[in-house]
């Protein structure tokens, strides 16, 4: 069997868990976890990613360039990796975390708008940099649709494209038919980003596997904004039981998760992370976990039941910057 | 599509998460709050099933039968069912809930010894009760093997044949296989009932659907020993978002675990379930819980890793009361 690569994202979508306050010492320390478990990718930097720290998005304790100076050093085997949402990160934000030491980027856009990537992921394949297309909240498009955005990554340069489920709302068929589809029809290898919303994300990363995926993503304890990430030592358990090669010992990853961060976290007076009703509903909509404050809101201006808001805004595929529409949505709602 | 049947077994396998510690006004707001969210079946009574409170298995703040006189009155649509396993509960003690309200019994063996609970079932079936064979540790047998067994106990007069993934060691696959073949093989319907402890156990309980499985269970929140069990607001979203009739209402039950289970939890101040590193090890290697301690103190005194001691024991299918064994094994890989 091909062996699947493993990307940690516990130091990147796992720092909104600790409201991006990572110190330098706790990213080094968890990255040499990670490093020394033989995790493939490592992913830093803030939550929504390169440039991601301002007034809107939540401050960070050390910029990303500060935090990949620390980091960078200390790996022997894995790549150190960012993310890159065009809008959010600038393509010279880019170059000065590589030449500090990143070796990676991620470039995200929205499943529909994979154009806005092209100029990003041609400059990082310029810099030499190992390139991966990231088609977020791909549970709101058509596999066709996943296939002409993911051609257009592949087309610009992208080393990788992945099938992004942001909102933890795929189903595990629906993650085979969408990956299965793309590699049938691309030239580079695909991957798969889970998360926890529906109790789904390492019976879903399986199924990618099983598809076709040849890159998966976790973090440790499932560390993550909302519900997180798939916990990438429970994901390990289940690809050792199967046979599936990988570059991850399983001991070392439980380790790192019960070893360095849980006490990272348990100073940082930070909960654990866990499945509540809130990311519940919004893997069951799909929609962005940020709807969630306003559409709870927007609820109770007009004395409806926020879920049935935030299922129609699914309905609808609202996407962020959308948050006007929450109100109307709610309005419509009331009248009915 | 067919209707699937879901038991919530928050009272009983949840117990286990409050140390038996259920008020009697507890118990009925939880039975209240599932039975109006239009749960098919409510399991009730000690972790360990009736007559399970014992210096070994933990006192529970009442006996079973407190819990069912509480209860029974309260439910308008949903079916009081009690766990007996043979050897802890006896024939009088299902008698005595019987009189007192319930209606249906899940009788519970390894699943190699359905031998045993011949005079449970046909006991049960002469009170009038609907009686569940439960065949735990399924991941231990062949599917052949668990035909066998189930066979027995559909002789004995068992409605519904379960296979219990007691260890949540099962793979989505696995489960399939095991289901489809015992579907197609029993007379009465086929039931699957799952824990979270390699994060598979909403998608193993539609794999058991798919399958052909009638019934499914679950817990609010998860609530259960170790990772816990499916959790049940979890499945039934999928369920919903999959199109499989079934009884209960997804607000309703979501509300009962938010608005009901959590601050009870919170008021005997008990944590909320979560998979930790012992639960993982404890689904990867397939064995019983209570084996954990053990294991520690053993490797513990030989001087090697406790997941080593575990796994190997798996690989043996040791059961519950072989705890020797455990020491025996530890010393084995000392001297490797």
Known sequence: MR?????????????????????????????????????????????????????????????????????????????????????????????????????????????????????????????????????????????????????????????????????????????????????SHLKVPVGHHSHNNLGLAVANSVKAYEAGADYLDGSLIGLGAGAGNCPTEALVAVLERLDIPKNVDLYSIIDAGDKVLIPILEAHQKPLPRMNSDSLIIGYAGVYSSFMLHARNAANRFGVDARDVLIELGKKKAVGGQEDWIIEVAHQLANK
Chains 1, 2 share one sequence.
């Open 3 to 183: 062996k699947v690569m493993l990307t940690d994202t516990t130091l990147r979508d796992g720092s909104h868990s600790v409201s991006h306050q990572y110190s330098l010492e706790d990213m080094k320390k968890i990255a040499m976890a990670l490093d020394e478990a033989g995790i493939d990718l490592i992913e830093i930097g803030h939550g929504d990613g390169l440039n991601g720290q301002s007034l809107n998005y939540g401050f960070a304790a050390h910029t990303d360039l500060e935090y990949v100076k620390a980091v960078a050093g200390v790996l022997k085997n894995a790549k150190l990796t960012v993310l890159l949402v065009p809008g959010i990160g600038l393509i010279e934000d880019l170059e000065a975390v590589r030449e500090a030491g990143v070796k990676a980027v991620r470039v995200a856009t929205h499943v529909t708008e994979a154009d806005v990537a092209e100029q990003h992921i041609k400059a990082a394949k310029k810099m030499g940099l190992f390139t991966v297309g990231f088609l977020m909240m791909s549970h709101m498009a058509s596999k066709e649709i996943i296939l002409q955005e993911a051609q257009k990554m592949e087309s610009y340069g992208a080393d990788v494209v992945y099938v992004t489920d942001s909102a933890g709302a795929m189903l595990p068929d629906e993650v085979f038919e969408k990956v299965a589809y793309l590699k």
